[in-house]
């Protein structure tokens, strides 16, 4: 199975702030990986597809960049609803697999 | 809009089986993948089991295989996961959802309570 790690677990920061989180992969996944955001008490959001796709409706502050086994998730302005935890996918082959996760709170 | 909603959750005894039901709606849902995603109180996301919009394949995380089946009825536009042999371990929420195409999960439920305990 595809193993995915997620760095840091947890970061501190403060509205408008660039916040970076990044995932890494077991071994080659291409750019098939998705990131989503949870807010406590919600289901999942997806975010980003294929690495680098913006999915419909989700804001411009969000982008990722990678292939292979690295990549990055940015939030370019952090606002008020990002307060979340984020979590890394890879879609290359099952299972499926997520990353541990990375929770933003407020510094 | 697309809409997912998951019945069949509840309390159950170790050893016991439980069914999930999802209810589809808002797309068409038989030219669609879909999938069981569960999360433990407190704990990450875990991929739980797939399957194509014909059902002509399904996949299994090895935690459930032998244990789980997860099938669809287009008809009904609905989806199921019947779990047997339950341990302490599958207890968490399970999400329905849909995949965009390409393996992520583009539509959540609001997923589904099940508790395994004696």
């Known amino acids: 199975d595809i193993q995915m790690t997620q760095s840091p677990s947890s970061v501190s920061a403060s509205v408008g702030d660039r916040v970076t989180i990044t995932c890494r992969a077991s071994q080659d996944i291409r750019r098939f990986l998705a990131w989503y955001r949870q807010k406590p008490g919600k289901a999942p959001i997806l975010l980003i597809y294929?690495?680098?796709s913006l999915q419909s409706g989700v804001p411009s502050r969000f982008s990722g960049t990678g292939s292979g086994t690295d990549f990055t998730l940015t939030i370019s302005s952090l606002q008020p609803e990002d307060f979340a935890t984020y979590f890394c996918?890879?879609?290359?082959?099952?299972?499926?697999?997520f990353g541990p996760g990375t929770k933003v709170d407020l510094k | 809009e697309v809409q997912l909603v998951e019945s069949g959750g509840r309390l159950v005894q170790p050893g016991r089986s439980l069914r999930l039901s999802c209810a589809a709606s808002g797309f068409r849902f038989d030219d669609d993948a879909m999938h069981w995603v569960r999360q433990a109180p407190g704990k990450g996301l875990e991929w739980v089991s797939g399957i194509t919009w014909n059902s002509g394949s399904i996949y299994y995380a090895d935690s459930v295989k032998g244990r789980f089946t997860i099938s669809r009825d287009n008809a009904k536009n609905s989806l199921y996961l019947q779990m047997n042999s339950l341990s302490v371990e599958d207890t968490a929420l399970y999400y329905c959802?849909?995949?965009?195409?390409?393996?992520?999960?583009?539509?959540w439920g609001q997923g589904t309570l099940v508790t395994v305990s004696s």
């Open positions: 959802t849909r995949d965009n195409g390409g393996n992520s999960i583009d539509y």
């Open positions: 996918q890879q879609a290359y082959t099952y299972p499926l697999t």
């Open positions: 294929g690495a680098s």
